[in-house]
């Protein structure tokens, strides 16, 4: 069995985190190791992290001494990382008890570098699933941006220096193309592990900022051309409505 490092940043989720820590330490595959970037001004919140988790030897703390957001925060947490493979969990998500332990079996068993899976979408009391598809490389990628992060395992000898970069929204998105610009294979699997909670104060809820960042990732990060970089924007948001209408 392999370490999987678990990287988790919170910041303003406290209603969410105590379960989402849970859905963790519940996993059938044991060797883990599950480590969160608290990047969040409030410390009375830190101080509830700190009694949740008190005498938990699997997770380590990690306090940025100002808020430097959930990418960079994500780097810091790599970066302190000792486990084979990296995965991801955001402080709202929840995992299924299976989740490591099926993805360790499919990404050792496949000889494969990075896996995602599917995931339901709940949204006050609404209830979607978004399916993974099976493979995706760098221009499925481009198209669409199909991979979940918190549904996501990939070993770390393939991760780029501070893959994360300084975006309020799709700093993800930016990451899995670094990846996969370098001929890896995202391959997916149809099994749902992981619980996204939409909530209505999260970044991904703004439309406007989704835009702006979206144009980022083609235009500053991908150094497509300006017009390309439109384009590209136009055709993520059209798969965005399109899979949301589904």
């Known amino acids: 069995m392999s370490l999987i490092s678990v990287i988790m940043p919170y910041r303003q989720k406290r209603e969410y985190v105590d379960k989402a820590i849970k ?16 990047d969040d001004e409030k410390k009375d919140d830190l101080n509830f992290i700190k009694l949740i988790t008190k005498n938990k030897k699997k997770i380590k703390i990690i306090i940025n001494k100002k808020n430097i957001g959930a990418g960079a925060s994500r780097n810091k947490g790599i970066n302190k990382a000792k486990g084979k493979y990296i995965a991801f969990i955001d402080s709202d998500d929840f995992w299924k008890p299976n989740k490591l332990q099926q993805q360790f079996e499919f990404i050792k068993s496949n000889k494969y570098k990075f896996i995602f899976s599917s995931y339901l979408i709940k949204n006050d009391n609404k209830i979607k699933i978004r399916y993974a598809k099976k493979k995706l490389n760098y221009n499925d990628l481009l198209k669409s941006c199909d991979i979940g ?30 990846i996969l610009r370098k001929k890896v294979i995202a391959h997916g699997q149809k099994d749902v592990f992981v619980i996204w909670n939409k909530t ?44 949301n209408l589904k």
């Open 23 to 38: 859905s963790v330490l519940r996993q059938t595959y044991k060797k883990f190791e599950l480590i969160i970037i608290f």
């Open 149 to 178: 992060l918190s549904t996501v395992m990939l070993e770390k000898r393939i991760i780029p220096k501070n893959i994360f970069p300084i975006l309020k929204t799709k700093e993800d998105y930016v990451a899995w193309l670094k």
């Open 200 to 243: 209505k104060n999260s970044l991904s809820n703004s439309i406007i900022r989704k835009l702006i960042d979206a144009f980022n990732v083609y235009y500053s990060y991908e150094k497509l051309p300006l017009m390309i970089s439109l384009i590209f924007v136009f055709r993520l948001s059209l798969n965005y409505l399109i899979k």
